[in-house]
């Protein structure tokens, strides 16, 4: 049996994110998600709870930082700590 959740993301994970896309504003951030693929075990957990849907789910997962306001939930959410959060001025 497929899990609804391997098709699209639960409605009460959708709602109200994507704010970055829809109002295309200036983004300041602070910090970054680094994602450490060799600790990932594909949860889903940074995917469902990112407010503004920047992580996409493919063979890997991708964080798109175009959209990506640096609040952390991605990282805090991870249970393998798989996500860390870096600072922009170090990069």
């Not at 951030?29 to 469902?48: A, E, G, V």
């Not at 789910?57 to 991605?74: A, M, P």
Request: proline share 7%; hydrophobic share 35%.
């Amino acid at each position: 049996m497929i899990h609804p959740w391997d098709k699209k993301r639960p409605l009460s994970a959708c709602l109200p994110g994507g704010l970055s896309a829809e109002k295309d504003a200036k983004i300041s951030r602070n910090l970054r998600p680094i994602l450490d693929t060799d600790l990932c075990i594909k949860c889903n957990n940074c995917w469902i709870f990112c407010p503004e849907q920047c992580i996409e789910r493919e063979d890997v997962f991708v964080i798109h930082y175009d959209d990506c306001r640096g609040c952390g939930v991605c990282a805090q959410e991870c249970p393998k700590d798989a996500i860390h959060m870096v600072r922009e001025d170090l990069l």
